[in-house]
């Protein structure tokens, strides 16, 4: 028998498309467990959302200074997810007088804003809220470089803190007298005929913007109490929580030089978010005054022109028939002495006012408010005895550390300041400023020395410099 032979084209074959059909299975397999696991891991993950979320919603109201101050900010914390003791917070917009959070500059305008709405700082810290340019918007494209400043519409009326910045960089020496110029501007009703300083997303309709070199707003997260809101102790979890998400954001800490307190003085300090008016400013009225002048070691620059700086307008005012004071402070010196601060004139002739600056000394540390606190008992005695507003113009460097925390500060001066009392603080140098005391005052302003420390007293005192 012949015997049987193997070759290769013996050995059975596994066709092409059984192999492609076993490839598609494996395919349709893994993509069903990746859809299944993706599923759970949705699942799973919305579960421990809403599990985070027990306590449901919590809005947190936040104010800004102007439109669009917050929104990116507010965006970003939206998209992060946050939960604050089992609340999801929610950032809306709301009133000054609603809020929890108030974002836009740190400076005498937000200070205004507050004022005027009945609020009050909290006792958490601003946070840095990144920054926003201003520039020129107007119906045909103005290029900062080739328009005069004088031609521009300074808003003062009510977006000063834009208004004060513009000018600074457009007007130089110039700017406060544009500012003055435009106190009652309001950028609401600009319509782009002429140049107006404005941000992009305040610019009016149908103008075209274009950012001025160097002109940036330095934006903070500004937490505040409790008071006239309606918040309660979750709320103010949620703004603290924001103010902090704030501080960390990538560029949040980036620094821009904020204008001079003398220009936001020059404009009135302007209106409030939301078109509500502040507060008129001391500046332009003439009362009553005592000058409360710090003769602290850091005032030793500005001695040899302190007295003229504090004695002209007291001497212009005395010329007007007006009773004035003279105080000064600082830590006590000499054995025995236990308080800061000394009566040097009673409420009487203002003209004496120059010589007795230039017979004081300096030395020590400022302790500014236990004197600011001492002086109001004697303005508010000054107002009793009149019936007239009485003002009190605090020349300060600052405030030593040691002096009074802030919280009793605040309460003691609010229950100081009564109803005729014109609260006016001049920082001269470029110590800490006081905030509290800063944030309770009706006019501010800020003065290296020199001739702008004459017209920043002059000013708040109610008299020309």
Not at 413 to 418: Q, T, V, W
């Amino acid at each position: 028998m012949a015997g049987r032979h193997r070759t290769d084209t013996d050995s059975p074959k596994v066709a092409g498309w059984l192999i492609v059909a076993v490839i598609l299975v494996i395919a349709l397999i893994a993509a069903l467990v990746a859809w299944f696991a993706l599923r759970d891991s949705e699942r799973d993950a919305r579960s421990e959302a809403e599990s985070d979320c027990i306590e449901g919603e919590l809005t947190l109201p936040v104010a800004e200074a102007f439109p669009g101050a917050a929104e990116e900010l507010m965006n970003a914390y939206r998209d992060s997810a946050p939960v604050v003791r089992d609340h999801c917070i929610v950032p809306e917009t709301a009133p000054v007088a609603d809020a929890a959070v108030f974002v836009g500059v740190d400076s005498p305008a937000a200070d205004a804003a507050l004022k005027a709405a009945d609020r009050s700082r909290g006792t958490a810290s601003p946070q840095p809220a990144g920054t926003k340019a201003v520039g020129l918007a107007a119906r045909e494209a103005a290029d900062p470089k080739d328009t005069a400043a004088d031609q521009v519409v300074y808003p003062a009326g009510d977006q000063t803190d834009i208004a004060v910045t513009a000018a600074a960089k457009l007007a130089g020496d110039n700017a406060a007298e544009l500012l003055t110029r435009d106190r009652g501007e309001k950028l609401a009703d600009a319509d782009g005929s002429r140049p107006v300083v404005a941000t992009e997303a305040t610019a009016p309709e149908g103008t075209t913007f274009t950012p001025i070199e160097g002109a940036e707003l330095s934006l903070a997260a500004i937490p505040l109490d409790a008071a006239g809101a309606e918040a309660d102790e979750e709320v103010t979890r949620a703004a603290a929580d924001f103010t902090e998400f704030a501080g960390k954001q990538e560029g949040a800490e980036a620094e821009t030089e904020r204008p001079d307190d003398a220009l936001y003085a020059a404009a009135g300090n302007g209106a409030v978010a939301g078109g509500e008016r502040a507060s008129e400013s001391a500046d332009g009225a003439a009362h009553d005054t005592l000058f409360l002048v710090d003769t602290s070691a850091a005032m030793e620059p500005q001695a040899d022109h302190l007295g003229a700086a504090v004695g002209k307008p007291a001497a212009e005012l005395a010329s007007d028939g007006h009773a004035v004071a003279l105080w000064n402070y600082s830590s006590p010196l000499n054995p025995g002495v236990t308080v800061p601060y000394r009566t040097n004139l009673g409420f009487g002739d203002g003209s004496q006012v120059e010589g007795v600056v230039d017979a004081l000394g300096t030395g020590g540390v400022p302790m500014t408010r236990t004197s600011v606190l001492a002086a109001l008992g004697s303005v508010q005695s000054q107002a009793a005895q009149t019936g007239k507003p009485v003002g009190l113009v605090v020349v300060t460097t600052g405030t030593a550390p040691g002096d009074m925390d802030d919280e009793s500060f605040r309460s003691a001066l609010k229950d100081a300041l009564g109803e005729n009392v014109e609260l006016a603080v001049v920082h001269v140098g470029d110590g800490e400023t006081d905030k509290v005391l800063s944030e309770n005052a009706k006019a501010t302003a800020k003065a290296d020395g020199g001739r702008a420390l004459d017209e920043a007293v002059a000013r708040l005192a109610g008299v020309e410099s």
